[in-house]
């Protein structure tokens, strides 16, 4: 039978605000961390990527941070839009691995409200 | 902008029955992957594919699945006798490098329903 879906986290804000989106990562050894936004129906778009020497990248209205101390990354998100309604993942790479794999978090849905 | 595209965009097939889904990776690109996403679930990795060989899988890719670069634009998945657990969106990806970060460029996936 089908399998029952993860319920997503939601994170609603108004047109204009920032947001944040946080993730909490499991392995240590990975070499860079990466935000895709994925729209309904379509694939994941890459966002912005910082590798794990750094602790902050900023890019077109977007800064990822990260705190390797606690494994914990966030997305911030400047002047949000209705365009930016999406779910957003972070994924994980570890470079030694040989297929450039990357390991998916589960997700947080961004709402914006007008 | 270049991109990668996927086809069907959605195909239903019998339990036991064998499929193909299709993919045209970015022209220039030289890294190509398969990923699947059961609905309302994580993205999972499946494969990675360069120079003609499997790069890394995972425990999902067994014997069932294959993968394929028949001539210099198309990469294919192929599960040869499918599932119901295999019902799920099935994207392809590729990347220019594997070094840094590697970014990889999705498709759009394509829908499996096994029935």
């Known amino acids: 039978g089908e399998s029952v879906g993860l319920h997503l986290p939601t994170l609603s804000v108004q047109e204009g605000d920032n947001s944040i989106i946080n993730c909490a990562y499991s392995?240590?050894?990975?070499?860079?961390f990466i935000w895709y936004k994925q729209e309904s129906g379509k694939g994941p778009q890459f966002i912005i990527d910082?590798?794990?020497?750094?602790d902050k990248r900023q890019g077109q209205r977007v800064t990822v941070l990260l705190n390797k101390t606690v494994k914990h990354l966030s997305l911030q998100i400047a002047a949000t839009q209705p365009g930016d309604s999406a779910v957003y993942f972070c994924?994980?790479?570890?470079?030694?691995?040989?297929?450039?794999?990357?390991?998916f978090g589960t997700g947080t849905q961004l709402k914006v409200e007008l | 902008e270049p991109e990668v595209t996927q086809t069907p965009s959605h195909q239903v097939t019998q339990m036991g029955q064998e499929v193909i889904l299709r993919c045209v990776p970015i022209?220039?690109?030289?890294?190509f992957y398969w990923y699947r996403q059961i609905l309302g679930q994580k993205v999972e990795f499946l494969v990675s594919?360069?120079?003609?060989?499997?790069?890394?899988k995972s425990e999902i890719f067994d014997d069932q699945f294959s993968v394929e670069r028949p001539d210099g634009s198309n990469f294919t998945l192929k599960i040869r006798s499918t599932k119901l657990e295999d019902s799920a969106m099935y994207f392809c990806?590729?990347?220019?490098?594997?070094?840094?970060?590697?970014?990889?460029?999705f498709g759009p996936g394509t829908r499996l329903t096994v029935t």
């Open positions: 990806a590729s990347s220019a490098f594997m070094v840094g970060s590697g970014e990889q460029y």
């Open positions: 392995n240590s050894a990975s070499d860079y």
């Open positions: 910082i590798r794990s020497n750094m």
């Open positions: 994924a994980e790479k570890v470079l030694t691995g040989g297929g450039n794999k990357l390991t």
């Open positions: 022209s220039n690109h030289l890294y």
């Open positions: 594919f360069y120079n003609n060989e499997i790069s890394e």
